[in-house]
């Protein structure tokens, strides 16, 4: 079933249509399109991929908890954007957290785990704070935020299983080119905003 999923998201990450993920307010309202909304930005794509790719590079326990804890603290996010608290600086902490994971994959770099955890738990706060911002009101938010959630989690697993083959010395060739292109990204994302 996981190499099913694989395929799945794989698929769908080929056919993203649009550069970032951020609909305009209002623009999100089922099941489905919380579903769908993570892997039509390629925002969101690198930089879920690359918690789970950078995941798999520290290995357990932060394989399993960092892809945990960034659905919790974007969880946090969304409700800061749902309620209007003031965040600056979203859509370029979203574009950093691509240059940042991104060099973390190519350059494997290992940290402690609390500042792992930290670290993903800041770039997990700008991107919930930007899709709180777009969730729509009544009951058609809560059924976006856990297909959204669902998604995202996926996206989690699609780096973990690209991560795994490090095992293989071409597969630590591809994780680090892979980093590199997620990190490069994040760069055009920054100069998008500029």
């Known amino acids: 079933m996981p190499r099913r999923i694989f395929w799945l998201l794989l698929l769908l990450i080929a056919f993203v249509p649009s550069v970032q993920a951020h609909l305009e307010s209002g623009g999100a ?25 950078w995941g798999a590079v520290l290995g357990a326990p932060a394989v399993w908890l960092l892809p ?8 946090l996010g969304g409700l800061m954007g749902m309620l209007v608290v003031p965040l600056p600086g979203v859509e370029i902490g979203i574009a950093i957290s691509g240059v940042v994971l991104g060099l973390l ?12 955890l930290a670290l993903v738990g800041v770039f997990a706060m700008f991107h919930g704070y930007a899709h709180g ?3 729509p009101d009544g009951s058609n938010a809560l059924l976006f935020s856990l297909a959204f959630v669902g998604s ?3 996206l989690h ?17 591809v994780v680090q080119i892979t980093g590199a292109l997620i990190a ?3 760069v055009w994302f920054l100069l998008e905003i500029s």
Do not use: C, K, N, Q
Not at 39 to 50: E, I, S
Not at 105 to 116: C, H, K, Q, T
């Open 184 to 186: 490069l990204t994040g």
């Open 152 to 154: 995202t989690g996926l």
């Open 29 to 53: 309202s089922s099941l489905l399109s919380g579903l769908l909304h993570p892997v039509t930005g390629l925002d969101h794509v690198v930089a879920m991929v690359a918690v789970g790719l």
């Open 105 to 116: 994959v190519l350059f494997e770099r290992r940290i402690p785990l609390v500042a792992a």
């Open 68 to 75: 945990v804890a960034f659905p919790m603290v974007m969880a």
């Open 157 to 173: 697993l699609l780096g973990i299983f690209l991560g795994e083959i490090r095992r293989w010395p071409v597969g630590r060739r």
């Open 133 to 135: 911002r777009e969730l």
